[in-house]
C-alpha cells in the first residue's frame, strides 16, 4: 500500500535534500571525505544528501589538523576562533575546529593531552564521524569560505589562548567556572528559589548577596551541567564581588554574615572563604540555574527603594513567583496542554503573615494593618498590583481578611501580566 505525499511534503523534502546537498559539498570542499558502510568513497553530494536522508549512515573523514571542542570550551573559545572553520554536530554537542598549522603549532597543540588525561580538548590529525539523517552538521560563516586547499591558519596568540583555557579547565575540574571575561548583568531567577525567597525573610544586604552568586552561576559552566553530572561547588574570587558594575559594597566579614543567612533557608548547603576566594555549594542553584526562569537585573532589589522593613521584599518576591510561573491545564479533547499564569493572589492572610515572619503579630490588627500597607504600597511601586484607590489596611479589614480567606484577592489586585 502506498502513502500519497502532498505536494506541500514533496517540497519541503525538496528543501530539506537542496540544504543538506549544500552542507556536504561545503564539507568536501574543507577536505571531507564520505564512506558507505562498506567503505567505498561516495563524491556525489546530492547522491550523499539522498542517502542521509532515506536513513543510510556516512562516514565522514576529514584529513585536516582539528580540535574537538564540547559546549564549554567552545563557549569561552568563541571570540578567538570565529574565523576558523567549525563543524557543530548536534548527536555529541561538540565542535570541531578545522585548520592549519605548523610543526611548532602542532607540537604546542599535542602538549593539551600530553599534560590532561581527560582530553579537555582533545587534538587529532583527523577525525571520522558517523553522518545521519539525525546528526547532520551546522557551520559557522568561515566553514563557507575556505577550501581543503585555503584552509584558515591557527595563529601564534589563538594557540596561547586555547593553551590558557585548557589549562584553566583542567585547573577547575572540581568547580563551576565562568564562561569568559564579559559579564552579564542579567541573572536567571529559577522558580524554586524564587519560591524560597517568598516564603523567607532576608535582609536586603544578603539579597544583594544572592544576587552576585546568581549573576556568577548564570554566568558559568553550570548552565551546561548534564542530568547525570556530579554537581560541584562555585569557588568565586572575592574580587569578583568588587565588579565596579555590580555596585555591591561588602566586606568579607559583610558576606560571610549573609552567607550564614543563605545557608539558613537552604538556598546554600555549605560555604568556605579562605584567602581570596569563597567556595559555595548550592545543589539547589546548580540544579536550578538553568530550568525555568526569568530575567532579574542585578541591583533589583537595591533599586526598588523600599524604605520599609525586610518582610516587604519577601512579599515582592512571592508576587513576582505567582506572575511568572507556568500552569499547564489539559484539554479532555485534544488532550494538548495550554499554559497560563495566575491572574489573582488566592493565599490566605494567614498563610502571608507566617511567610512574612509577622506571625507574632497576628491577633495586633494595627501592626498587621500598617505592615500590610507596606505591602500594598510596595506592590503599587513595583507595579505588581492595581491600584484602587485603596491607600492604607485598616483593622477592620485586617480582621475581615482573617475571617474570610478568599477574600485577600479582592484587596491585593494581581495586575495581569503583559501577555494577557
Same mark, same amino acid.
Given at each position: 500500500?502506498?502513502?500519497?505525499?502532498?505536494?506541500?511534503?514533496?517540497?519541503?523534502?525538496?528543501?530539506?535534500?537542496?540544504?543538506?546537498?549544500?552542507?556536504?559539498?561545503?564539507?568536501?570542499?574543507?577536505?571531507?571525505?564520505?564512506?558507505?558502510?562498506?567503505?567505498?568513497?561516495?563524491?556525489?553530494?546530492?547522491?550523499?544528501?539522498?542517502?542521509?536522508?532515506?536513513?543510510?549512515?556516512?562516514?565522514?573523514?576529514?584529513?585536516?589538523?582539528?580540535?574537538? %571542542?564540547?559546549? &564549554?570550551? +567552545?563557549?569561552?573559545?568563541?571570540?578567538? @576562533?570565529?574565523? #576558523?572553520?567549525? *563543524? =557543530?554536530?548536534?548527536? $555529541?554537542?561538540?565542535?570541531?575546529?578545522?585548520?592549519?598549522?605548523?610543526?611548532?603549532?602542532?607540537?604546542? %597543540?599535542?602538549? &593539551?593531552? +600530553?599534560?590532561?588525561?581527560?582530553?579537555? @580538548?582533545?587534538? #587529532?590529525?583527523? *577525525? =571520522?564521524?558517523?553522518? $545521519?539523517?539525525?546528526?547532520?552538521?551546522?557551520?559557522?560563516?568561515?566553514?563557507?569560505?575556505?577550501?581543503?586547499?585555503?584552509?584558515?591558519?591557527?595563529?601564534?596568540?589563538?594557540?596561547? @589562548?586555547?593553551?590558557?583555557?585548557?589549562?584553566?579547565?583542567?585547573?577547575?575540574?572540581?568547580?563551576?567556572?565562568?564562561?569568559?571575561?564579559?559579564?552579564?548583568?542579567?541573572?536567571?531567577?529559577?522558580?524554586?528559589?524564587?519560591?524560597?525567597?517568598?516564603?523567607?525573610?532576608?535582609?536586603?544586604?544578603?539579597?544583594?548577596?544572592?544576587?552576585?552568586?546568581?549573576?556568577?552561576?548564570?554566568?558559568?559552566?553550570?548552565?551546561?551541567?548534564?542530568?547525570?553530572?556530579?554537581?560541584?561547588?562555585?569557588?568565586?574570587?572575592?574580587?569578583?564581588?568588587?565588579?565596579?558594575?555590580?555596585?555591591?559594597?561588602?566586606?568579607?566579614?559583610?558576606?560571610?554574615?549573609?552567607?550564614?543567612?543563605?545557608?539558613?533557608?537552604?538556598?546554600?548547603?555549605?560555604?568556605?572563604?579562605?584567602?581570596?576566594?569563597?567556595?559555595?555549594?548550592?545543589?539547589?542553584?546548580?540544579?536550578?540555574?538553568?530550568?525555568?526562569?526569568?530575567?532579574?537585573?542585578?541591583?533589583?532589589?537595591?533599586?526598588?527603594?523600599?524604605?520599609?522593613?525586610?518582610?516587604?521584599?519577601?512579599?515582592?518576591?512571592?508576587?513576582?513567583?505567582?506572575?511568572?510561573?507556568?500552569?499547564?491545564?489539559?484539554?479532555?479533547?485534544?488532550?494538548?496542554?495550554?499554559?497560563?499564569?495566575?491572574?489573582?493572589?488566592?493565599?490566605?492572610?494567614?498563610?502571608?503573615?507566617?511567610?512574612?515572619?509577622?506571625?507574632?503579630?497576628?491577633?495586633?490588627?494595627?501592626?498587621?494593618?500598617?505592615?500590610?500597607?507596606?505591602?500594598?504600597?510596595?506592590?503599587?511601586?513595583?507595579?505588581?498590583?492595581?491600584?484602587?484607590?485603596?491607600?492604607?489596611?485598616?483593622?477592620?479589614?485586617?480582621?475581615?481578611?482573617?475571617?474570610?480567606?478568599?477574600?485577600?484577592?479582592?484587596?491585593?489586585?494581581?495586575?495581569?501580566?503583559?501577555?494577557?
Amino acid at each position: 500500500m502506498f502513502t500519497k505525499v502532498t505536494e506541500e511534503e514533496q517540497k519541503k523534502q525538496a528543501e530539506q535534500l537542496a540544504k543538506l546537498t549544500m552542507k556536504v559539498q561545503v564539507l568536501i570542499n574543507v577536505g571531507g571525505e564520505f564512506y558507505d558502510k562498506n567503505d567505498n568513497l561516495l563524491e556525489n553530494a546530492h547522491q550523499i544528501a539522498q542517502a542521509v536522508l532515506d536513513g543510510a549512515e556516512v562516514k565522514l573523514n576529514i584529513n585536516q589538523p582539528a580540535l574537538v %571542542l564540547k559546549a &564549554i570550551p +567552545t563557549r569561552i573559545l568563541r571570540p578567538c @576562533i570565529k574565523n #576558523l572553520i567549525q *563543524i =557543530t554536530f548536534p548527536a $555529541t554537542k561538540e565542535t570541531v575546529i578545522v585548520f592549519r598549522c605548523n610543526d611548532d603549532v602542532e607540537h604546542q %597543540l599535542a602538549q &593539551i593531552d +600530553t599534560d590532561n588525561n581527560e582530553e579537555i @580538548i582533545p587534538f #587529532l590529525s583527523g *577525525i =571520522t564521524i558517523t553522518l $545521519t539523517k539525525y546528526n547532520i552538521p551546522s557551520f559557522n560563516k568561515a566553514t563557507t569560505l575556505h577550501t581543503l586547499y585555503t584552509p584558515p591558519t591557527l595563529t601564534k596568540k589563538q594557540v596561547n @589562548i586555547i593553551l590558557d583555557v585548557a589549562e584553566r579547565l583542567n585547573n577547575s575540574k572540581d568547580f563551576y567556572i565562568l564562561l569568559g571575561d564579559e559579564i552579564s548583568l542579567v541573572y536567571n531567577m529559577p522558580m524554586n528559589i524564587l519560591n524560597i525567597l517568598g516564603e523567607n525573610v532576608l535582609s536586603l544586604s544578603a539579597l544583594s548577596l544572592l544576587e552576585v552568586i546568581m549573576v556568577y552561576a548564570t554566568n558559568s559552566s553550570a548552565v551546561y551541567r548534564q542530568k547525570n553530572d556530579c554537581i560541584k561547588a562555585f569557588n568565586i574570587p572575592l574580587e569578583f564581588f568588587s565588579n565596579p558594575d555590580f555596585h555591591f559594597k561588602q566586606s568579607k566579614d559583610d558576606i560571610i554574615s549573609n552567607l550564614e543567612a543563605l545557608l539558613e533557608v537552604g538556598l546554600i548547603d555549605d560555604y568556605f572563604c579562605e584567602d581570596d576566594n569563597c567556595i559555595i555549594d548550592s545543589h539547589l542553584i546548580v540544579k536550578s540555574i538553568k530550568q525555568y526562569s526569568y530575567k532579574q537585573h542585578i541591583g533589583f532589589y537595591r533599586g526598588l527603594e523600599l524604605k520599609q522593613q525586610e518582610y516587604v521584599y519577601t512579599f515582592i518576591n512571592y508576587v513576582n513567583w505567582i506572575k511568572n510561573l507556568n500552569y499547564f491545564k489539559k484539554d479532555d479533547e485534544t488532550g494538548k496542554y495550554t499554559t497560563y499564569r495566575a491572574d489573582k493572589l488566592t493565599i490566605p492572610l494567614s498563610s502571608l503573615i507566617y511567610n512574612l515572619d509577622l506571625i507574632k503579630y497576628k491577633n495586633d490588627h494595627v501592626a498587621l494593618g500598617k505592615m500590610l500597607t507596606n505591602c500594598l504600597q510596595a506592590g503599587y511601586k513595583c507595579n505588581l498590583l492595581i491600584y484602587q484607590g485603596l491607600d492604607e489596611i485598616a483593622p477592620s479589614v485586617v480582621k475581615n481578611l482573617l475571617q474570610h480567606r478568599d477574600n485577600f484577592k479582592d484587596v491585593f489586585v494581581l495586575k495581569p501580566n503583559k501577555s494577557d
